[in-house]
């Protein structure tokens, strides 16, 4: 059984950082797209970063656009996702997710595969 397991998140000032993990199991890792997406309350999910199974290629958000970072290790199976400059409209639930193949794709329903998610709260 794919379990995607999110790590990292919690309260900070805005300002701040925060650095999210996903761990993957039961995945050809090398073999999935990953990518990060968040939702706030009484919003509708959105996509934040990408990265492709190879890591070369990357995509991003206007939103965080220079001040978040994906990155991947596909020895240890994790997605990253470093947070800087964060601002209080960065709060949300941030879910990792996967989709088979190299392509990164800003649309959810085309991720096979979710976490549970991780709480990320910015205080003004």
């Known amino acids: 059984q794919v379990l995607l397991l999110e790590s990292g998140g919690g309260l900070v000032q805005a300002g701040g950082s925060l650095r999210l993990s996903c761990a993957a199991s039961?995945?050809?890792?090398?073999?999935?797209?990953m990518a990060w997406f968040r939702q706030a309350p009484g919003k509708e999910r959105e996509f934040v970063a990408g990265i492709s199974g190879s890591g070369d290629g990357t995509y991003y958000a206007d939103s965080v656009n220079d001040r978040f970072t994906i990155s991947r290790d596909n020895r240890k199976n994790t997605v990253y996702l470093q947070m800087n400059s964060l601002k209080p409209d960065d709060t949300g639930v941030y879910y990792c997710?996967?989709?088979?193949?190299?392509?990164?794709?800003?649309?959810?329903?085309?991720?096979?595969?979710w976490g549970q998610g991780t709480q990320v709260t910015v205080s003004s």
């Open positions: 997710a996967a989709r088979f193949g190299d392509m990164i794709v800003t649309t959810s329903k085309t991720y096979r595969y």
């Open positions: 039961e995945l050809p890792f090398s073999s999935y797209a």
